[in-house]
């Protein structure tokens, strides 16, 4: 395959380059790829980590696949985007250190728009140009943690039952189907209303740990397995909890965060997610669960200090069990 100037035969793997945008002191700015291009043919997936710079755990899990993956063994084509979002990256932060602009809010973008915009508008026309599957890894960045679940926009169109049957396979039995208003923005949504199956895993923060690969891994394996790009065979569920709202959960009163609840816990409505404290130690505010039965799919770190209007968790709720749906 062609990979900007480069040119990739099967059975090879190479590094590449995807041009972002360029730098005002004229360096342009490119993000790391590398291509595992399998011997024999299958579909193109591409795999991204750090669209939110401080997300480096899909980095780590990336070069273990990557380290892992025989050419001879695979059909189709790895690209693996090593860190995607490399202004954000560098400057160790969720958001763009030149525009403050949430990069995986901004798709499909804009050739003359803010900086992300223009990032975005060229991201999304090489992923259309080269993806026939797209996975976006994600974690809590820094200061806090997500549980071990995997993301798809439903609308009911063919790539969104392509992209049901992938995060089916990720090993995780919590799958987000997102019809949210606040992710018509996110890259996902927009490639599977372009057609390109597109999915998110989620897993961990702070500290990038051994499990938390491991899980990465499973995703990885087990959306490549689904694109039937290996010998291994899907690994699905035999039932899954299906989440579909959302809240953010702002808080009204600043104050120092104790959560009362963790990453993955399902609360019912009214259950603490969290105190918040002032510096004298007293309870000033509890967040409590939104939803008759809620997920608890990020959740900040003790001592982590809150202002008023910012959130300390996302709350998804559960709608029911389902079996495999996925048309794979
Ligand atoms: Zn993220």
Redesign the pocket.
């Known amino acids: 395959m062609r990979f900007g100037d480069i040119t990739v035969a099967p059975g090879q793997i190479a590094r590449a380059a995807l041009p972002l945008i360029n730098s005002p002191d004229g360096i342009p700015i490119d993000a790391p790829v590398i291509i595992v291009s399998g011997k024999r043919p299958g579909p193109r997936l591409w795999v991204q980590a750090c669209?939110?710079g401080n997300?480096v755990g899909g980095t780590l899990a990336l070069q273990r696949l990557v380290a892992s993956l025989s050419p001879d063994a695979l059909r189709g084509t790895l690209i693996a985007v090593m860190v995607l979002n490399v202004p954000a990256f560098r400057a160790r932060s969720?958001e763009s250190p030149i525009d403050h602009a949430n990069l995986?809010r901004v798709f499909p973008g804009a050739p003359a728009g803010r900086f992300s915009d223009q990032m975005a508008h060229r991201i999304f026309a090489a992923a259309r140009e080269h993806a026939d599957a797209f996975l976006d890894l994600?974690?809590a960045?820094d200061a806090g943690r997500v549980p071990f679940y995997a993301i798809y926009h439903a609308d009911g169109s063919a790539a969104s039952r392509r992209a049901r049957d992938m995060v089916e396979c990720t090993g995780t039995p919590y799958l987000w189907a997102s019809d949210a208003r606040w992710l018509e923005g996110a890259s996902f949504t927009l490639l599977t209303q372009q057609g390109i199956p597109a999915t998110i895993v989620?897993v961990g923060g702070g500290e990038v740990t051994d499990e938390d690969l491991a899980m990465f891994e499973r995703a990885l394996r087990g959306t490549m397995a689904a694109l039937d790009m290996t010998d291994e065979r899907p690994a699905k569920q035999r039932s899954y909890t299906i989440l579909r709202g959302s809240q953010m959960m702002q808080v009204r009163r600043g104050g120092i965060l104790i959560p009362r609840a963790r990453a993955g816990d399902i609360l019912h409505e009214g259950q603490p997610l969290g105190d918040l404290v002032d510096p004298y130690g007293d309870v000033v505010e509890t967040v409590t669960c939104p939803f008759p039965k809620g997920f608890v799919a990020s959740m900040r770190r003790r001592g982590y200090v809150v202002h008023p209007g910012e959130r300390v968790s996302i709350m998804l709720e559960v709608a029911g069990e389902e079996g495999a749906r996925g048309d794979g």
Do not use: D, L, Q
């Open positions: 669209i939110h997300e969720r995986n994600h974690s960045g989620e």
